[in-house]
């Protein structure tokens, strides 16, 4: 749930729409939720201050979005931080309250957009008064309810944004300077360190993959600017397709060979060697990501058949995920007492690396290709590419499918060597047979 920054819908009221009002009707204000009513009984919603004036409903969203069935006559219930949250929604009711009233006592016409930026003060304008872009996603960012890892990733794009200088003010965003902030993405390259400068190595350019991201990001927050009603439409909705991911054929993951030889592994007991080696066996026959694996709890976990499984959320992206525990997990835990042994990202990556190399593995081992380890892995053992999505907890069996496709072109690859071994038997053969023959005419010739 995150408390996004309050806004007025554009749909409902417009922007500096005003209400007239007469003495003689009231004006009142309440908290509603998704008033729009698209929000499901397991999908979270907006919490919104209600105005009704003259029978008609105007709605200014409070930034608190909750699942609806967490909901529950003006207030949020049976959430960890509910009483916070209710606290929050007062205090933007009784401000939203004053201003009506303000507007009532000196007779002023009730601006709800005004209303709005005098009770969240929003935006900081440059000399001629206006919002600017950039300082508003300065604000936002500190609004977003994310992990520490999302929200640097929205520091670096504003980074980006404010080196690229081409979108500073809102009449900036448009399509056009969007294509040219992409321009400017491709042509950032990437650090070098100082044995690179001395070898002289070439300089490269950031992949495809980290432009992509930047472009996720900036969309992100432009769609937050819609629903806040700042712009009307998204400039990346005329732009779906045009800003590719990048390319995923290139997926790093371990061989079964390289996988049992992790698991022979016998560093020193409570080394940090072999806290890295569990845990890799862990995220190995888990698919879990690090994030998820330093949330486990075996307390999430039922015993069905005799069997450790968990149907959760994923930390990162909340999507739905299947897991079970088979039996190399079982023995790790059990070692530790069921629980997960922490270690930081760094030192795990900086462990398994060393861990790859002892182990013979083809490249720089690291965490997310242990995931990738455990796809591969389910799909070549015949599980269904539906089963192993649900297993990763991917939001799209799109996603899954790049396995599939990896393992495609292992398959092409096995043909391609099978092929070349029958060539060089067949030739072998056809010299061994070239020599017979040439011996046979020697000796009919010697017999001669």
């Not at 930034?63 to 069935?69: A, F, L, P, T």
């Not at 390289?258 to 026959?285: F, H, T």
């Not at 079970?324 to 079982?330: A, G, H, S």
């Not at 995931?371 to 389910?378: D, E």
């Amino acid at each position: 749930m995150g408390n996004n920054l309050p806004n007025v819908s554009p749909r409902v009221i417009g922007v500096g729409k005003q209400l007239k009002r007469k003495k003689t009707m009231a004006i009142t204000t309440s908290i509603v939720f998704d008033h729009r009513g698209r929000a499901g009984l397991d999908d979270s919603g907006p919490v919104e201050i209600r105005i009704t004036h003259m029978r008609k409903h105007y709605y200014i969203n409070t930034g608190v979005r909750v699942k609806k069935r967490n909901f529950a006559f003006g207030s949020v219930i049976n959430e960890r931080n509910s009483v916070e949250l209710n606290e929050q929604l007062v205090i933007i009711l009784r401000k939203v309250t004053e201003e009506v009233n303000r507007c009532i006592n000196n007779n002023e016409p009730i601006d709800v957009a005004s209303i709005r930026q005098r009770v969240w003060q929003i935006g900081v304008t440059n000399a001629k008064g206006e919002t600017t872009f950039l300082d508003w996603i300065r604000k936002e960012i500190t609004l977003l309810d994310h992990r520490v890892g999302t929200l640097r990733h929205y520091a670096t794009t504003l980074k980006r944004l404010e080196a690229f200088g081409g979108m500073k003010r809102w009449q900036d965003v448009n399509i056009e300077n969007i294509y040219a902030f992409d321009a400017f993405l491709h042509s950032i390259t990437k650090k070098q360190s100082d044995a690179e400068r001395k070898e002289k190595k070439p300089v490269e350019r950031i992949c495809q993959s980290t432009v992509y991201n930047r472009h996720k990001d900036l969309k992100a927050l432009l769609y937050r600017a819609v629903r806040q009603g700042i712009i009307e439409q998204n400039p990346y909705e005329r732009l779906r397709g045009q800003f590719k991911r990048g390319d995923k054929e290139n997926t790093e993951y371990l061989t079964e060979e390289e996988m049992n030889a992790i698991v022979s592994l016998k560093p020193v007991e409570g080394s940090r060697m072999a806290i890295a080696r569990d845990l890799c066996v862990i995220q190995m026959y888990t698919g879990l990501a690090y994030s998820d694996l330093m949330a486990f709890d075996i307390k999430d976990y039922k015993k069905v058949d005799g069997e450790y499984v968990h149907v959760g959320e994923r930390v990162k992206t909340s999507t739905k995920f299947v897991n079970q525990l088979l039996p190399p997990v079982v023995e790790v835990l059990e070692k530790y007492n069921w629980q997960v042994p922490h270690m930081n990202n760094k030192e795990y990556n900086i462990a398994l690396k060393m861990i790859g190399q002892v182990a013979g593995v083809r490249f720089p081992l690291h965490s997310h290709a242990l995931r990738h380890s455990f796809a591969t892995w389910a799909l070549k053992n015949d599980v269904p590419i539906q089963v192993v999505s649900k297993m990763l907890g991917h939001k799209s069996i799109s996603v899954t499918q790049r396995y599939a496709k990896v393992l495609a072109e292992d398959v092409t690859k096995e043909f391609f060597r099978l092929k070349n071994n029958l060539n060089k038997k067949n030739h072998e053969e056809n010299n061994v047979n070239d020599g017979g023959i040439h011996n046979d005419d020697d000796r009919m010739c010697e017999r001669q």
